[in-house]
């Protein structure tokens, strides 16, 4: 069964689902992907800890009843986790969902806050869907946030080029250099689709291998549930990606 990593489908919290029926539906959407296990993580707020907690028994008993397991989390922005020890982790691991939107008026207080908490805390972070932010310009950022330590959770309809054809480009060349961690749904309930992780992984396993996409939607998130990190993976690349390479250029 696959695990989603990073979901909008508590009720009432962020832009998510507005009410249970529309929860309901995500839920029934996610089985119908295979996921058998979700996380929930809503975007940061105040007191979010308790509503967690409030609203996820409310949502268990449909999850069972759809054959998933629920486990809370939590999406932050970099502004906010500066000098937390209190984080929401993903599945209650060391593991922290952060959305790094990094203009380039941004990029530089964001690298300091996020780089000096990766390297200070015992949270390993997992950057929320780079594609966004991150393109084959960045390569140096992208390093030097690897090298701190950041992993990377790229978006399911970002790769199938759901989109837009420049997330699209970015999710993919994001990948074949190594800056491709997770993949997972960030399901809202306004852009709702259904089977995006089993259409993903196919064409993952078509483009990149099946080696690939079975690191990528199995091997690291029963990694990341059971508090390891991931592996790193560097797909299978066609012959053009790899000349050029060789010779130091990032296509
Ligand atoms: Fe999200």
Not at 4 to 10: A, F, Q, S, V, W
């Amino acid at each position: 069964m696959k695990i989603d990593i990073h979901t909008h489908i508590i009720p009432e919290v962020d832009d998510g689902a507005l009410n249970m029926e529309q929860a309901e539906e995500m839920l029934k959407v996610s089985a119908g992907d295979g996921v058998g296990t979700i996380i929930l993580t809503p975007h940061y707020s105040k007191n979010l800890h308790d509503i967690i907690q409030q609203k996820a028994k409310e949502l268990e008993e449909m999850a069972s009843a759809n054959g998933i397991k629920l486990l809370s989390g939590c999406e932050y922005d970099y502004t906010q986790v500066v000098n937390q020890d209190d984080l929401i982790t993903l599945g209650n691991n060391k593991f922290v969902l952060v959305d790094l939107y990094s203009t380039a008026a941004h990029r530089q207080l964001a690298f300091e806050r996020v780089i000096n908490n990766l390297t200070k805390t015992g949270f390993m972070f997992i950057l929320a869907h780079p594609e966004r932010s991150f393109s084959r310009n960045d390569r140096k950022d992208l390093q030097t946030l690897r090298e701190a330590g950041m992993y990377f959770q790229l978006s399911a309809a970002c790769l199938l080029g759901e989109h837009g054809s420049t997330e699209q480009r970015n999710a993919h060349f994001l990948l074949r250099h190594g800056f491709g961690h997770y993949v997972a749904t960030d399901v809202h309930y306004y852009r709702l689709q259904p089977k995006l992780l089993t259409r993903c992984e196919e064409m993952v396993t078509e483009k990149y291998g099946e080696k690939t996409a079975h690191i990528l939607f199995y091997e690291n998130p029963e990694r990341l549930l059971r508090g390891e990190p991931p592996l790193d993976i560097r797909p299978r690349r066609n012959i053009i990606v790899h000349m050029c390479s060789m010779f130091g250029v990032w296509v």
